[in-house]
């Protein structure tokens, strides 16, 4: 299993920010974001008894069971059984029909999700990406998972039609749980949680409106970028270059400009 390193944690930062719903579905996926926020309550209180941000709740119930509160939110199956699919036999405890709500805690607990797991964007894409398995990024890294980038501009074609039976032409017909949350974002509906990373807070560089040439500073400015890409409402291209939009970013969360920004 990959491991959430300084570079998979960048890209998954560096493909949220760049990340544009496909026009033709943009009204699809508003109808799947309006539903998930009509149910928010249900969310809500799974997300209370267990730590897990309601909107990777949301999330995880549209991809895995196309918000049925019939179903388990561990693989789809009907509640009023036991899991047959993996995993299979769960809840371990109780007896059939199960609540949407227990089922849910179980599978949540299952996965070992709460309120310690790292819930930045790149923790919660990660923890996303893990929930569906490493398929695509072991066996076809060509392929960006459509289970979170399916509907955007980050996914064309290229699929498992069933368990391991792949094909490059199949075209996913499932709007990806990042595009669910990009849209989140942009309603200013959610905000993930800020990674710990005061260095970063710290190490101010200096307005520029190309990319330094000292790779110190360049590093500086990203490490600022992704910084302040953790805050709400905030998608900053990481690109090194601390101009405009990074300065207006920065001031929105601070209240001044970059040094040397000839606005502050």
């Known amino acids: 299993m990959p491991s959430l390193t300084a570079a998979l944690r960048n890209e998954y930062e560096d ?8 026009p033709g579905k943009a ?7 309006d539903k998930l926020l009509g149910n928010r309550a249900r969310y809500d209180a799974v997300s209370k008894a267990t730590g897990v941000p309601w909107h990777f709740i949301a999330a995880t119930h549209n991809m895995e069971s196309s918000q049925n509160f019939s179903r388990h939110l561990h693989n789809g ?7 047959v699919q993996v995993p299979a036999g769960r809840p371990a405890t109780g007896s059939p029909p199960f609540t949407w709500e227990a089922s849910a805690i179980d599978a949540l607990g299952l996965k070992k999700l709460g309120a310690d797991t790292d819930w930045s964007l790149a923790g919660t894409l990660y923890r996303l990406e893990l929930y569906n398995g490493w398929g695509y990024r072991t066996y076809h890294p060509e392929t ?3 289970y979170l980038w399916g509907w955007s501009n980050h996914y064309v074609s290229g699929k498992y039609v069933k368990d391991g039976v792949w094909s490059p032409t199949a075209v996913t017909d499932q709007c990806g749980a990042a595009v669910l949350l990009r849209r989140f974002a942009e309603l200013g509906q959610i905000s993930f949680a800020t990674p710990a990373r005061a260095a ?7 307005y520029a409106l190309s990319r330094p040439r000292d790779a110190a500073v360049v590093a500086q400015v990203e490490s600022l ?15 090194g270059v ?5 300065s207006n970013a920065y001031k929105a969360v601070t209240g001044g400009y970059l040094p040397g920004d000839p606005r502050g």
């Open 77 to 83: 199956d009907p509640l009023t059984a036991r899991t």
């Open 144 to 146: 960006l998972t459509p």
């Open 242 to 246: 601390p101009g405009e939009k990074t």
């Open 225 to 239: 970028q992704r910084w302040l890409s953790g805050f709400p409402q905030i998608f900053l291209k990481v690109d």
């Open 27 to 33: 009204r699809l996926v508003g109808g799947l974001v």
């Open 200 to 206: 970063a807070a710290q190490a101010v560089p200096r």
């Open 15 to 22: 493909l949220f920010n760049r990340c544009v719903i496909n």
